[in-house]
């Protein structure tokens, strides 16, 4: 078994992620979860051009979030994201965001994956490049 | 030249819609924008299944809105939106925000809005219907 | 035990809804949620003008989503929410989202809830009136 | 006069900014901008940190935002921010976003930004930096 891939990427807090109770609201991280799990992809060979040439998706079918701490306006944030777990048309990534400057965790998160053949909307056996993860 | 259609839509405002500063986040409004749009369209014949089913598609080419007070956390806002004019190949709706406990208007904004037939891309004229409302 | 309140949203699919895979984006599910257990706390005494007022605000810990069938453009939804859980600090509400036209179960949620006390952030208590939704 | 300030920052097209058209959504773009104008701000002594520390902060007033191509899933942009005018209590900043691969100019935009005293929300005069760009 290969070692699974990883990726970090790199956020700075804007206005339209915070809300009136001066944090992060909740569904703002789910785009930071979804930028890194997208390079994430681009080193499976399912980047974003890749799944719109193929028609082969990627679809999250399920996602896990926890709230530890919460991240403020202009806060530097490295998301760290990673290849948890292959099955046969399943696959999950592990993430975890960190605030810079006090390197504070302040989300984890979980989130399941499945391959779907467009437009048809079939679903797919997880792509050959899959095998060498596969626990 | 028939009287011109309009709408209104009534939204209460969400924790995801405000930001740090206490009040509704500037690109938040466009969504409420959006919708009463949304719905002015339908009554010009432009629903979104009749989109999706025609591929004919009304797509925004500008907007400018103003912004004159803020809206706060759990606001209940009415918005108004019209048909304001109406030309070969383009439209443009009218849109204001008022605020119901206190009646003050909040945000005005103008869409200029063009028909692209999908998936070519390919500009369109304005369908038939819009003839009647043309100045 | 009292019977535990739940409430009932309407959503009709917008296009700032979708994605490029032609479906409700697996992250605009949340803010469905989030109308629907908004007008839950306020069944509950937590208001967003009341939690404004006392500072004392409900905030999300942990997100469950399943995405079961995908919602399409201009699709109209019903979303359930109710609570599911009473604890000493924390409570849970638990969420479905059905097609209005085929009945279709969509995406099933469940969230965990703290108290806390703003602009400390300090923890606090479940209010009175939850003591008698305590399992 | 000093030559005035002007940034860059680049984006790669998520998901989250596509809609069912294939194409980046209309409100997605305020989030490109509103990215370049922090990191303007940021050059004008505005950062997000320096206005959560003294309250004043710089709030905008109007957008207009023309939208000449669309971007696609997957593509690279630049987003050019600049400060195009000052005044005395308000100032504009202008941007364009074109698409690396091909040098296509997608969008035009313009923003009118107000200082405000918060909390209070009283108007404030523009700081002492922003004289020397004065026209």
Redesign the interface.
Known sequence: MAQNPDCKTYE?????D??????V???AY??FV??AR?LLGAKLGL???EM?ESGL?A?????????LK?A???DKLTVHGWLEDVGKARFCCGFEIHRDSDGNRLVMSRQELAMVQ??E?RPARLPEQFEKYRS
């Open positions: 700075e807090v804007m206005f339209y915070t809300d009136a109770g001066g944090v609201h909740n569904i789910l785009r979804e930028k997208t980047s974003l051009k719109s998706y679809v999250v079918t399920r996602t896990e979030i926890d709230y919460p403020l306006l202009g467009m437009p909307g």
